[in-house]
């Protein structure tokens, strides 16, 4: 095969490279925009719903959001004026919790993150479920809301289909819907307060089909007036869990006469969260019956 010959003047070939060069570079352009759309966070997919996996779940924590938003003081251990049982709340961001160090210290329940949205999972959960039931402790898990990325009914099943669904053993606990400011925007997740007691009727309606169980709502009064327009109409079947940080849980959300569970510190030994449920270790037993 005999060679091409050599252009007499070098630039005659680079000007056509260069030409072409223009809707190849913006070829690239055009994917890697497509590629950003596609990411977590950036992109909605159908129905007007945010894409499915969280942007930053190991920062989602119950009560991640609440100090923020509502401050509060350390209160490492209130005085006891009830009957009560002291227990933790857990996620990813506490890694391998030292199960034996919280028992020895008066833990006697757990409750562990099990999803968020319906693009994750706790990698943690197995050693966080299980090492808090190998010490004896009752526990149970949590779904961190995100109403914004899907609905209830879809993030309910997505919870009863990785940790959040319950038994029968005595040592379960029913899961829990934490509801709180939205870590990614608008705190009240740009919906309406309507939309968002539907939102909740459709989780707890469908975790309840799943389970056999009511889900314990997980949330501030704070929030809940804001968001929900104090709506009432939970109180009477769902459980409340209040975070304060303070000497008393303070105000309750309307439709509560009492609260079930009281997150008092996001600062206690070993694991941050720490928790009191509101009646005797009996009466905590029978919330675990069912």
């Known amino acids: 095969m005999s060679a091409l010959p050599r252009p007499t003047n070098p630039h005659a070939r680079r000007r056509p ?12 352009l055009l994917a890697v925009f497509a590629l950003l759309v596609a990411l977590p966070g950036t992109a ?3 129905g007007g719903f ?11 924590w119950m009560g991640s959001t609440v100090r923020l938003h509502e401050g509060g003081r350390s209160v490492n251990e209130p005085a006891r004026l009830t009957a009560s049982v002291e227990g933790v709340d857990v996620s990813s961001h506490n890694g391998n919790v030292a199960w034996s160090t919280l028992w020895n210290s008066g833990a006697r329940f757990a409750y562990v993150k099990a999803t968020e949205g319906t693009g ?9 479920y299980n090492g808090s039931y190998n010490v004896g402790m009752l526990r149970g898990s949590y779904h961190f809301a995100l109403p914004d990325h899907s609905g209830g009914a879809a993030q309910a099943n997505y919870f009863a289909d990785h940790g959040g669904g319950w038994s029968a053993d005595g040592r379960t606990l029913p899961g829990v819907l934490d509801m709180e400011y939205n870590p990614y925007g608008d705190i009240c997740y740009g919906m ?8 909740m009727t459709d989780f707890f309606g469908t975790y309840r089909q799943r389970t056999g169980r009511d889900a314990v709502l997980y949330t501030s009064t704070a929030w809940w007036q804001r968001c929900t327009g104090d709506y009432a109409g939970f109180g009477a079947v769902n459980p409340l869990w209040i975070p304060r940080y303070s000497g008393s849980p303070g105000t309750l959300p309307a439709g509560w ?7 008092y510190t996001d600062t206690g030994p070993t694991v941050g969260d720490h928790n009191r449920f509101n009646g005797s270790q009996s009466r905590l037993q029978a919330l675990a019956d069912g």
């Open 17 to 28: 490279a260069t030409r072409a060069a223009v809707p190849s570079f913006l070829a690239v």
């Open 44 to 46: 909605h997919a159908a």
């Open 50 to 60: 945010a894409a499915p996996r969280p942007g930053h779940p190991d920062r989602d």
């Open 120 to 128: 994750y999972t706790n990698p943690y959960f197995a050693q966080q």
């Open 257 to 263: 006469s009492f609260h079930t569970f009281w997150q």
């Open 192 to 199: 309406s307060a309507t939309a968002l007691v539907d939102w």
